[in-house]
């Protein structure tokens, strides 16, 4: 996401937020600022996506719930607001926050990560990210690399992140999850891919980064001296985003994947249901990356 450079003033005051003194409901406010917070943030009722995989984010962030009897797995927190929000969602599934043993991420910006900290000291979960998100979120800042460095908002500092390595693979009990890295958007990009079963079907669930080329005013792809590799990575990713087996697309945003859309009239399931989700959603991503190149070469 992006946001105008007048909210890199308020960096300090949103890191310095004390969550644990706030109450649920004085945590949905809006951030100073953001005038997509709100919007964001609106309550949305959690729902099954397939198998033991449940989206339990708002209406405009995405969360992820994957359990098990042994533990379930949460992939992004939303904003530091987002928080108590997730957590009644797993609680209305009928599932337990402690019960919440690894926390994951897509990318460290602070409409994903913000929650984190918060999550982490609801449930007493691991935090594990790629290196270069791992260090972000343990500090709450971005870094001089991120292309949305100079209007990214601070938030609370996550503790304890384990590093992981592209394709590892995460486990909680029976669950299995694989981390593929697709930065661009920022350094530390990670999307997430896995399975789920339900009445002996099962079905390959992708959680695709953000892919789109967004950046602070005077940042460009190709002349940057902070993040060389931007436009390689991009690329990297979407032939990733093409090839990996995805039965169902989830992002980030739901939006980005219209899931709210495909949801509409599902009595079954079906209607999630899309194999070429993945490949959809990287060529857009590609068709986007080459228009930002175009303008940049035009010194647009």
């Not at 919440?100 to 449930?123: C, E, F, M, P, W």
């Not at 995460?170 to 789920?196: D, E, F, I, K, Q």
Request: aromatic content about 6%.
């Amino acid at each position: 996401m992006r946001l105008p450079l007048r909210s890199f003033a308020v960096l300090a005051l949103v890191g310095a937020v004390d969550l644990s003194a706030q109450s649920p409901d004085a945590l949905t406010a809006p951030l100073p600022d953001c005038s997509s917070c709100a919007e964001w943030n609106a309550p949305h009722p959690p729902f099954r996506i397939h198998g033991g995989s449940y989206y339990v984010g708002t209406a405009g962030l995405g969360a992820i719930l994957v359990t098990s009897r042994d533990g379930h797995v949460l992939i992004d927190a939303g904003l530091p607001e987002t928080a108590p929000l997730i957590l009644r969602n797993i609680e209305a599934l009928g599932f337990r926050p402690s019960d919440v043993k690894l926390v994951l991420n897509s990318h460290a910006h602070y409409d994903h990560a913000g929650g984190i900290a918060a999550i982490q000291r609801a449930t007493d979960a691991e935090v594990a990210a790629s290196r270069w998100s791992a260090r972000v979120i343990e500090t709450g800042r971005a870094t001089a690399d991120d292309p949305q460095y100079r209007s990214a908002i601070a938030y609370p500092g996550a503790k304890r992140v384990r590093v992981f390595a592209d394709g590892d693979t995460l486990r909680v009990g029976a669950l299995s999850l694989v981390a593929h890295l697709t930065p661009g958007h920022t350094p530390g990009g990670t999307s997430w891919s896995w399975t789920s079963c339900e009445n002996e079907r099962c079905l390959a669930l992708v959680y695709a980064d953000s892919q789109t080329p967004i950046s602070d005013d005077d940042f460009e792809f190709t002349r940057s001296r902070t993040y060389t590799t931007g436009v390689a990575d991009f690329r990297r990713g979407h032939a990733l985003l093409e090839s990996i087996r995805c039965d169902i697309l989830l992002t980030p945003h739901p939006g980005a994947s219209q899931l709210f859309a495909r949801m509409e009239g599902r009595s079954d399931g079906p209607r999630l249901i899309d194999p070429d989700g993945c490949r959809r959603y990287a060529a857009n991503a590609r068709a986007a990356l080459e228009r930002r190149l175009a303008r940049e070469a035009a010194g647009r």
